[in-house]
T-cell receptor, first 112, second 114 residues
């Protein structure tokens, strides 16, 4: 089982809709969870991180974490064409390593 | 500076040649990470440093890959005798506190082995 799994998509939503991106992870001891956005040909950019169960909101973005289900999601409200990118879920696992383990990403397209 | 600076942006090497990539972390960041991105999205962890010390090298193909972070110099990732499958974008990232708050990535070096 891969450590961090995401639906590769592509996910297509109309402008103004809510985009929902999902991620599951295998290491129950994982501590920190991150969402990165990567535009084509560019480097990943950190948009949200979450440590505790529940929701964390930042502008149009909401990260949701459920450690019992080993599930983390990202909601993008009022989606804009500029949100079209690949969204990478990353997890900091237990064990003392500071590395992040990345999922393969979900490609999101927001249609005007 | 406030960005992770990677050089060169593009590198083309013939199979069997050496490739050397450089990364200057954000000033004050003590952790440096190298990742390899192949097939567009798959990120593979290679190695991390805490200051000039190797912190985690579990992802490094030991035979041909090596990396260093020396004081007052950019960090480097070197690939001896490149192979076609080494073609990828190599990202460097830095962080002040390890992985706890995520990292800041550089713009990457695209290595093409022909």
């Amino acid at each position: 089982q891969k450590e961090v799994e995401q639906n590769s998509g592509p996910l297509s939503v109309p402008e103004g809709a809510i985009a929902s991106l999902n991620c599951t992870y295998s290491d129950r001891g994982s501590q920190s969870f991150f969402w990165y956005r990567q535009y084509s040909g560019k480097s990943p950019e950190l948009i949200m991180f979450i440590y505790s169960n529940g929701d964390k909101e930042d502008g149009r973005f909401t990260a949701q974490l459920n450690k019992a289900s080993q599930y983390v999601s990202l909601l993008i409200r009022d989606s804009q064409p500029s949100d079209s990118a690949t969204y990478l879920c990353a997890v900091r696992t237990q064990g003392g390593s500071e590395k992040l383990v990345f999922g393969k990403g979900t490609k999101l397209t927001v249609n005007p | 500076g406030e960005e992770v600076a990677q050089t060169p942006k593009h590198l083309v090497r013939g199979e069997g040649q050496k490739a050397k990539l450089y990364c200057a972390p954000i000033k004050g960041h003590s952790y440096v990470f190298w990742y390899q991105q192949v097939l567009k999205n798959e990120f593979k962890f290679l190695i991390s440093f805490q200051n000039e010390n190797v912190f985690d090298e579990t992802g490094m193909p030991k035979e041909r890959f090596s990396a260093k972070c020396l004081p007052n110099s950019p960090c480097s990732l070197e690939i001896q005798a490149t192979k076609l499958e080494d073609s990828a974008v190599y990202f460097c990232a830095s962080s002040p506190t390890g992985g706890n708050y995520g990292y800041t990535f550089g713009s990457g070096t695209r290595l093409t082995v022909v």
